[in-house]
């Protein structure tokens, strides 16, 4: 099989031979973007849409109220230069699997690791149901980097908002990472944890209006 000319993909990588015996006398061929290893239309054509479609012109505003290091994360997933597993293929490197670490169910592109992975859209209706200011499902990702949290002319509420929010993506790719250099699978849950404490440690630290917030309220509920 040749290579996606105009995608950028390596379609040989894809495919990993697998033997079955330690002779290796026999051997099959495993798909890579499926955990059950059998190919798929549906795999590829996901794959190819995330190298092809246009990525945003937006762009990235600058946050004061969060770390620089998040800052840079939104500044690469705006432009898709995260180090997902597709870009890391797209860039010649062979991997054997290119699955989402935290669903290992579809092929792992920045969209689908910030936007429609099951992982993700769990934490982010947990913290809806924690706040119901929050976005209760996902958008764009790159709505929820560029838009100012700011309802109700609540400077401080909508502050908290787009900490939060910006921390839900953090802690996705903290998972992530965890997942891929630790070995430690967070579960939903765990992520969304992790989600309160970032979000509370940064909005103590860098919004002013806030540094009287206690741990104790914050878990509850950060505001009515
Ligand atoms: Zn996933």
Not at 54 to 82: E, G, H, Q, Y
Not at 88 to 93: A, D, F, H, P, T
Request: with cysteine; net charge positive.
């Amino acid at each position: 099989m040749g290579y996606g000319a105009d995608t950028g993909i390596d379609l040989d990588s894809l495919f990993t031979d697998v033997h079955e015996d330690p002779s290796r006398t026999s051997r099959r061929v495993q798909w890579s973007l499926e955990p059950d290893g059998v190919y798929t239309v549906s795999s590829l054509r996901n794959l190819i849409d995330s190298h092809t479609l246009v990525t945003s012109p937006m762009p990235t505003p600058w946050d004061n109220n969060i770390p620089i290091k998040v800052n840079k994360l939104f500044w690469k997933a705006m432009r898709n230069r995260l180090p997902t597993r597709d870009n890391l293929l797209q860039q010649g490197i062979n991997l054997s699997n290119i699955l989402c670490p935290l669903c290992n169910s579809d092929a792992e592109t920045c969209r689908h690791l910030l936007e429609t992975c099951s992982t993700t859209k769990e934490v982010v209706a947990k913290l809806h149901y924690w706040w119901p200011l929050l976005p209760g499902s996902m958008g764009a990702y790159e709505d929820w980097i560029t838009t100012p949290w700011l309802p109700n002319g609540s400077s401080k509420r909508g502050k908290m908002l787009g900490v939060i929010v910006k921390a839900t993506l953090w802690g996705i790719w903290n998972a992530r990472n965890q997942s891929i250099f630790s070995n430690k699978v967070s579960s939903p849950n765990v992520i969304v944890r992790e989600v309160k404490m970032l979000a509370f440690d940064w909005i103590k630290i860098r919004v002013k209006e806030c540094k009287s917030i206690s741990w104790e309220s914050w878990v509850v509920q950060p505001m009515p």
